[in-house]
């Protein structure tokens, strides 16, 4: 039960126990609970935390009439070849040893990393708009290229001028 798991960790805290020479793993376990990745989100500090509250609590009385004048922005890494993820794989507990070796069980790396692809893209209430591929890393002198691309080229596929939107970016530095 939940008392004996806070039992355990208290008890490793007062030892100065290190959990992985410890039996507390077993134990753990034989108490019904198990183990789970945790899940990567973005860090989002304090006072960014508070800028966004601000800017939902300045925003949320706004109409579809506004909305629909919304254009958002962002930017994505794409891997080449695999994922810069977790790899996991499935075997039975007595086959552990040999099944690691098996081939469709290992992760093939490629020299390098294989590449990555960055791409800037927008979306607005009518559609997609342009996706940008982004060569290196975006300074200041590459961003207004890709405005010119993408937001610009965006706002004449749709017959709209500046004025029409509100473009939201995601204030990258």
Same mark, same amino acid.
């Given at each position: 039960?939940?008392?004996?798991?806070e039992?355990?960790?208290?008890?490793l805290?007062?030892?100065?126990?290190n959990i992985?020479?410890?039996?507390? #793993?077993k134990?753990? =376990?034989?108490s019904?609970l198990?183990?789970?990745?945790?899940?990567? !989100?973005?860090? +989002?500090?304090?006072?960014?935390?508070?800028?966004?509250?601000?800017?939902?609590?300045?925003?949320?009385?706004?109409?579809?009439r506004?909305w629909?004048?919304?254009?958002?922005?962002d930017?994505?890494?794409?891997?080449r070849?695999?994922?810069?993820?977790?790899?996991?794989?499935?075997?039975?507990?007595e086959?552990?040893?040999k099944?690691?070796?098996y #081939?469709?069980n290992? =992760?093939?790396?490629?020299?390098?990393?294989?590449?990555?692809?960055? !791409?800037w893209? +927008?979306?607005?209430?009518?559609g997609?708009g342009r996706l940008?591929r982004?060569?290196?890393?975006?300074?200041?002198?590459?961003y207004?290229k890709?405005?010119?691309?993408?937001?610009?080229g965006?706002l004449?596929?749709?017959?709209?001028?500046?004025?029409?939107i509100?473009?939201?970016?995601?204030?990258d530095p």
């Amino acid at each position: 039960n939940d008392g004996d798991f806070e039992g355990v960790l208290k008890l490793l805290q007062d030892t100065n126990t290190n959990i992985s020479t410890s039996p507390a #793993p077993k134990y753990l =376990h034989e108490s019904g609970l198990v183990t789970r990745t945790m899940l990567t !989100v973005p860090l +989002i500090k304090k006072d960014n935390a508070a800028k966004r509250w601000k800017w939902a609590l300045d925003h949320h009385r706004y109409t579809s009439r506004f909305w629909n004048r919304v254009w958002f922005s962002d930017e994505k890494k794409f891997n080449r070849i695999g994922s810069d993820g977790r790899r996991i794989f499935w075997c039975r507990k007595e086959n552990v040893r040999k099944a690691r070796l098996y #081939p469709r069980n290992t =992760h093939k790396q490629v020299q390098k990393g294989g590449g990555k692809i960055m !791409v800037w893209g +927008i979306i607005t209430p009518k559609g997609v708009g342009r996706l940008v591929r982004v060569d290196g890393i975006m300074n200041a002198a590459k961003y207004v290229k890709v405005l010119q691309k993408g937001l610009l080229g965006t706002l004449r596929d749709y017959n709209m001028k500046p004025s029409d939107i509100v473009f939201q970016q995601d204030n990258d530095p």
